[in-house]
């Protein structure tokens, strides 16, 4: 099995400790990662913000740098999404379909590809987890609210069998938090409001560690968090589940 | 203004946004409670898709199938290419009628077509008799919900103006009071009425009849008091079959309010004796959106209010920031459509949660709709150099890896070492109110780098 790794822009520059402890993950599950060096974005900021025809090169970079791979990782909900729903504006060769076809999200890799549950992790804290839109309503990662259906989450099936990890309820368990992308400076007032209440869901239930597939969302959170000087520390689902922590300090 | 603008105006009072918050999260849950409980609710929602996409490609067949059945029923029709039109008519129906006094039930298409001030231009009494309505009225304010047109007033501010207008005592926002208060006065309206406006919400093709639906009754009271009745609907309130009822009214009600049925879903047919009854059929603009293949389904849209009590933005800016009749989601999907320009920031205020297109009823795609909007409204309005000049940059450097890294570098160090003065200063809108992440020293290309170097070292 081949597997190429993807480490989005902001989590490449500005996390780095996301994508090693994917990195680490992954190869702690006996998966060969390659990391193709040549990536750099999957395009969505120039998209989402309306300049989809600008990020037409970040699309063809994309695929250049996966298309020999069985399958694409990406600590990542929001890119995955994006490669699979949005790249049908570039010609469908039989390169860009399968790269579209096997892009996926971490947790989403590890449960359904690797079929691995219990990782071997500890992590003893209450977790709050934030459940990123793109990841939940676009790749479906897990039920929402919305939509009559059975229950699922795969992040929450792969917290569940860390050690010590206690995952928090929250009154609303998948509301938007408003990072958005551009939104989050266009529409500052209403992304700051969604962030702050957010925050208080997850600060009322008791939560030490807020949790998300997708940095960019936690990026925007713990920005309101550092700001508000909050008792909340955030981290990505990859860390936690690369962790190894067997008691509280 | 902008939405940005008029959200952020709207953002300067933090209580009254959670409070209108929660009252429209209350709606979205009681919602939720309310489809749970249906047993193939999603396939009711696939075939309320389903009939809605097959009635808009056979619309013009459907139409004059209404009309028919409709003019055989002893009902009169009427069609307006526009919302000039539309008024027109209505306006000649009342002179004839020699109509002074006219109370309407709910319309979200007289709101678009502005028919209140058109009338009262000519001396005629037009009163809104839904509560809500009558609310907004009476502050000389539009609608800011499809379903709740009020709900962005608490009950003090409807004492407040209950006692201006229709000299009622201070009552500490007693909704009991003053609901009772509305009833009287709107009694009063109802038995003076000459003509009673209605909306529609579905109109049959087969039958040529048509259900409004209420909770107030409302729009019972005025058209069977009144001796004319004269119903306003869109081209696309047209289903085919009487059957096909037994789909939309339970995905309505249960979207809208959570209520198993509306209070009153009332079915009308022909006129009654000596009484008479007109339609009057609108385009304004539908057909038009009709031939957008990527924003033709918005014309689904059976106005439940579901998408606008889901969206977090909305519940969070008030349906005034949008400026435009319908407001939410599906206000702005539909609203580019009728002036690109004036509405470029509504398909913005969205982060694409998707939230509203997973709870509407019929199934519209409206996080997709928006995205598509984007692309358009850039292509096609003028926008901002700044931003113009920073996509079309970004996607360079996005193209070109050795590009990426050299920026990356360049990027970390000033989050490193610049003062967070200057980083969260004026033009920086991300540091108003939220700290930047630091900038690490190393970026994940360099850990990796550095890794691989040492494996080959060490072999
Ligand atoms: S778009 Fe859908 S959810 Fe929104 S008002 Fe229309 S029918 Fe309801």
């Given at each position: 099995?081949k597997?190429?790794?993807?480490?989005?822009?902001?989590?490449?520059?500005?996390?780095?400790?996301?994508?090693?402890?994917?990195?680490?993950?992954?190869?702690?599950?006996?998966?060969?990662?390659?990391?193709?060096?040549?990536?750099?974005?999957?395009?969505?900021?120039?998209?989402?913000?309306?300049?989809?025809?600008?990020?037409?090169?970040?699309?063809?970079?994309?695929?250049?740098?996966?298309?020999?791979?069985?399958?694409?990782?990406?600590?990542?909900?929001?890119?995955?999404?994006?490669?699979?729903?949005?790249?049908?504006?570039?010609?469908?060769?039989?390169?860009?379909?399968?790269?579209?076809?096997?892009?996926?999200?971490?947790?989403?890799?590890?449960?359904?590809?690797?079929?691995?549950?219990?990782?071997?992790?500890?992590?003893?804290?209450?977790?709050?987890?934030?459940?990123?839109?793109?990841?939940?309503?676009?790749?479906?990662?897990?039920?929402?609210?919305e939509?009559?259906?059975?229950?699922y989450?795969?992040?929450e099936?792969?917290?569940?069998?860390?050690?010590?990890?206690?995952?928090?309820?929250?009154?609303?368990?998948?509301?938007?938090?408003?990072?958005?992308?551009?939104?989050?400076?266009?529409?500052e007032?209403?992304?700051?409001?969604?962030?702050?209440?957010?925050?208080?869901?997850?600060?009322?239930?008791?939560?030490?560690?807020?949790?998300?597939?997708d940095?960019?969302?936690?990026?925007?959170?713990?920005?309101?968090?550092?700001?508000?000087?909050?008792?909340?520390?955030?981290?990505?689902?990859?860390?936690?589940?690369?962790?190894?922590i067997?008691?509280?300090? | 203004?902008?939405?940005?603008?008029?959200?952020?105006?709207?953002?300067?009072?933090?209580?009254?946004?959670?409070?209108?918050?929660?009252?429209?999260?209350?709606?979205?849950?009681?919602?939720?409670?309310?489809?749970?409980?249906?047993?193939?609710?999603?396939?009711?929602?696939?075939?309320?898709?389903?009939?809605?996409a097959?009635?808009?490609?056979?619309?013009?067949?459907?139409?004059?199938?209404?009309?028919?059945n409709?003019?055989?029923?002893?009902?009169?029709?009427?069609?307006?290419?526009?919302?000039?039109?539309?008024?027109?008519?209505?306006?000649?129906?009342?002179?004839k009628?020699?109509?002074?006094?006219?109370?309407?039930?709910?319309?979200?298409?007289?709101?678009?077509?502005?028919?209140?001030?058109?009338?009262?231009?000519?001396?005629?009494?037009?009163i809104?008799?839904?509560?809500?309505?009558?609310?907004?009225?009476?502050?000389?304010?539009?609608?800011?919900?499809?379903?709740?047109?009020?709900?962005?007033?608490?009950?003090?501010?409807?004492?407040?103006?209950?006692?201006?207008?229709?000299?009622?005592?201070?009552c500490?926002?007693?909704?009991?009071?003053?609901?009772?208060?509305?009833?009287?006065?709107?009694?009063?309206?109802?038995?003076?009425?000459?003509?009673?406006?209605?909306?529609?919400?579905?109109?049959?093709?087969?039958?040529?009849?048509?259900?409004?639906?209420?909770?107030?009754?409302?729009?019972?009271?005025?058209?069977?008091?009144?001796?004319?009745?004269?119903?306003?609907m869109?081209?696309?309130?047209?289903?085919?079959?009487q059957?096909?009822?037994?789909?939309?009214?339970?995905?309505?009600?249960?979207?809208?309010?959570?209520?198993?049925?509306?209070?009153?879903?009332?079915?009308?047919?022909?006129?009654?004796?000596?009484?008479?009854?007109?339609?009057?059929?609108?385009?304004?603009?539908?057909?038009?959106?009709?031939?957008?293949?990527?924003?033709?389904?918005?014309?689904?849209?059976?106005?439940?209010?579901a998408?606008?009590?889901?969206?977090?933005?909305?519940?969070?800016?008030?349906?005034?920031?949008?400026?435009?009749?319908i407001?939410?989601p599906?206000?702005?999907?539909?609203?580019?459509g009728?002036?690109?320009?004036?509405?470029?920031?509504?398909p913005?205020?969205?982060?694409?949660?998707?939230?509203?297109?997973?709870?509407?009823?019929?199934?519209?795609?409206?996080?997709?709709?928006?995205?598509?909007w984007?692309q358009?409204?850039?292509?096609?309005?003028?926008?901002?150099?700044?931003?113009?000049?920073?996509?079309?940059?970004?996607?360079?450097?996005?193209?070109?890896?050795?590009?990426?890294?050299k920026?990356?570098?360049?990027?970390r160090?000033?989050?490193?070492?610049?003062p967070?003065?200057?980083?969260?200063?004026?033009?920086?809108?991300?540091?108003?109110?939220?700290?930047?992440?630091k900038?690490?020293?190393?970026?994940?290309?360099?850990?990796?780098?550095?890794?691989?170097?040492?494996?080959?070292?060490?072999k």
């Amino acid at each position: 099995m081949k597997v190429g790794l993807f480490i989005p822009c902001y989590i490449n520059q500005l996390y780095p400790q996301v994508g090693i402890a994917t990195i680490e993950l992954l190869e702690k599950l006996n998966v060969e990662v390659v990391y193709p060096s040549q990536q750099t974005c999957c395009g969505q900021p120039m998209a989402n913000s309306g300049y989809e025809y600008e990020s037409v090169g970040a699309y063809n970079n994309f695929v250049n740098n996966f298309k020999d791979f069985d399958y694409i990782v990406t600590p990542s909900g929001s890119c995955a999404y994006h490669v699979k729903k949005h790249y049908d504006i570039i010609p469908q060769t039989e390169e860009v379909v399968a790269v579209r076809k096997n892009v996926y999200e971490l947790c989403d890799f590890i449960l359904n590809v690797l079929k691995r549950k219990d990782l071997g992790a500890a992590f003893p804290y209450k977790v709050g987890v934030h459940k990123s839109c793109h990841g939940l309503r676009g790749l479906r990662l897990g039920s929402c609210s919305e939509v009559v259906e059975e229950k699922y989450s795969y992040i929450e099936e792969l917290l569940n069998e860390v050690k010590g990890t206690e995952i928090m309820p929250l009154k609303r368990a998948d509301e938007c938090c408003g990072f958005g992308g551009t939104f989050a400076v266009t529409e500052e007032a209403v992304s700051v409001k969604m962030g702050k209440d957010k925050i208080k869901d997850h600060l009322e239930s008791g939560v030490e560690v807020i949790t998300a597939t997708d940095t960019s969302c936690l990026m925007h959170l713990e920005g309101l968090v550092n700001r508000n000087n909050q008792p909340l520390k955030v981290l990505h689902i990859a860390e936690i589940l690369n962790s190894n922590i067997s008691s509280k300090n | 203004m902008s939405h940005p603008n008029l959200a952020s105006i709207f953002n300067k009072d933090e209580k009254r946004v959670d409070w209108h918050d929660k009252a429209l999260w209350f709606v979205r849950h009681k919602r939720d409670r309310s489809v749970h409980n249906v047993k193939g609710w999603e396939s009711l929602r696939e075939l309320g898709h389903g009939i809605k996409a097959h009635t808009l490609s056979n619309i013009d067949n459907y139409l004059i199938q209404f009309e028919v059945n409709a003019l055989n029923n002893g009902v009169q029709v009427h069609w307006a290419a526009n919302a000039e039109e539309h008024n027109q008519i209505v306006h000649k129906i009342l002179k004839k009628n020699n109509a002074k006094k006219v109370v309407k039930s709910k319309s979200m298409l007289t709101e678009e077509c502005h028919l209140n001030p058109y009338l009262e231009a000519d001396g005629i009494e037009v009163i809104d008799t839904d509560l809500g309505e009558r609310i907004v009225q009476l502050a000389k304010e539009p609608p800011s919900h499809v379903v709740l047109p009020a709900i962005h007033k608490d009950r003090h501010q409807v004492d407040e103006l209950f006692q201006e207008h229709l000299g009622t005592e201070p009552c500490d926002g007693d909704p009991q009071y003053l609901t009772a208060e509305a009833r009287k006065h709107l009694r009063e309206k109802f038995i003076q009425a000459d003509v009673a406006i209605t909306g529609v919400n579905f109109a049959v093709a087969e039958t040529g009849g048509f259900v409004v639906c209420t909770n107030e009754g409302n729009a019972d009271m005025g058209a069977h008091l009144a001796p004319v009745h004269i119903a306003c609907m869109g081209v696309e309130k047209i289903i085919p079959k009487q059957e096909h009822l037994g789909v939309f009214l339970r995905l309505l009600a249960r979207s809208a309010t959570g209520q198993p049925i509306t209070t009153y879903s009332s079915h009308f047919k022909k006129p009654r004796k000596g009484a008479k009854m007109h339609i009057v059929i609108v385009d304004n603009g539908r057909s038009e959106q009709l031939s957008r293949p990527d924003f033709r389904a918005s014309l689904h849209c059976i106005r439940c209010g579901a998408c606008m009590n889901t969206c977090p933005i909305y519940r969070r800016s008030g349906g005034h920031s949008y400026d435009y009749t319908i407001p939410g989601p599906i206000g702005s999907i539909l609203s580019p459509g009728k002036d690109l320009k004036k509405y470029s920031t509504l398909p913005f205020a969205s982060t694409l949660c998707g939230s509203c297109s997973d709870v509407c009823p019929v199934k519209i795609d409206i996080h997709s709709q928006l995205y598509k909007w984007r692309q358009i409204i850039t292509k096609n309005t003028p926008q901002p150099f700044i931003k113009k000049k920073s996509m079309k940059v970004m996607g360079q450097i996005f193209a070109k890896p050795s590009q990426f890294e050299k920026i990356g570098k360049v990027a970390r160090w000033s989050l490193r070492n610049l003062p967070k003065s200057f980083i969260n200063s004026k033009p920086n809108a991300w540091g108003k109110a939220r700290d930047l992440p630091k900038g690490p020293k190393q970026s994940f290309d360099d850990w990796h780098k550095q890794r691989e170097d040492n494996k080959l070292k060490n072999k």
